[in-house]
């Protein structure tokens, strides 16, 4: 376990050495950095209570079912301008690039997930920008399209994010949310638009496949 005054490893150094590289599954366009049974994560997310769980170093389903739906169906990104809210290992972000986007923002309050997202971004040849912020107090940003993977895993965060997604939906901002049906997910809200068959390493699964959706809010053009 970690001790008082250990020094923090640096995250681009651990990621490199720790977590190996491996295409995603149901998506082998893309590789990333994934953790392992042999990777020491906690060495790098620290224990502490007020440490992010490195929930960006894992492929959830809810980022898979979009990135897949993103890269068979390009036309939806192609020469827009497009976030990934919560990106985690930047799947999404990534996906949106790949298909074509002309520019791709990837936004997680995890500083060691803004790491994992540059190294991933030069593995598979794409340019993001990855900002550490919170951002879902905020108003509504210059973009086109809001990809959201897999946030409804915690029901204060839900509410928070719902309320952000209908803020930006209300400037004129499409917004597209990928989940495999968490507890949180307000389905009541959402219209379902395409399902996919994805692997899940989030919310404490094996990552054993699941059906995952992509969903639309209500009102979305």
């Not at 640096?10 to 149901?26: C, E, R, T, Y």
């Not at 994992?116 to 879902?136: C, H, P, S, Y």
């Not at 993977?149 to 990928?178: H, N, T």
Request: with cysteine; aromatic share 6%.
């Amino acid at each position: 376990m970690k001790r008082p005054g250990m020094q923090q490893p640096d995250p681009v150094a651990f990621i490199k050495a720790n977590l190996p590289i491996s295409p995603v599954p149901s998506i082998p366009e893309i590789r990333l950095h994934t953790a392992g049974p042999a990777s020491g994560l906690w060495r790098l997310a620290g224990r502490r209570e007020a440490d992010p769980a490195p929930y960006w170093a894992y492929p959830w389903a809810g980022g898979a079912v979009l990135a897949r739906y993103l890269l068979d169906r390009p036309e939806i990104v192609v020469g827009r301008r497009v976030l990934d809210l919560g990106a985690g290992s930047g799947l999404v972000a990534i996906a949106a690039a790949k298909a074509g986007a002309a520019a791709v923002t990837a936004v997680d309050i995890d500083a060691n997930a803004i790491a994992a997202i540059g190294l991933n971004a030069a593995i598979n040849g794409v340019d993001i920008i990855a900002r550490a912020a919170d951002i879902i107090e905020d108003p509504p940003p210059e973009i086109d399209l809001l990809v959201v993977g897999d946030l409804f895993y915690d029901p204060a965060l839900a509410l928070r994010v719902m309320a952000f997604l209908r803020r930006c939906q209300a400037s004129g901002i499409e917004v597209l949310i990928g989940d495999p049906e968490r507890a949180h997910l307000p389905q009541g809200e959402l219209s379902r638009i395409a399902t996919h068959i994805v692997a899940d390493f989030g919310g404490g699964s094996s990552g054993g496949a699941v059906p995952a959706g992509v969903f639309s809010l209500f009102g979305n053009s």
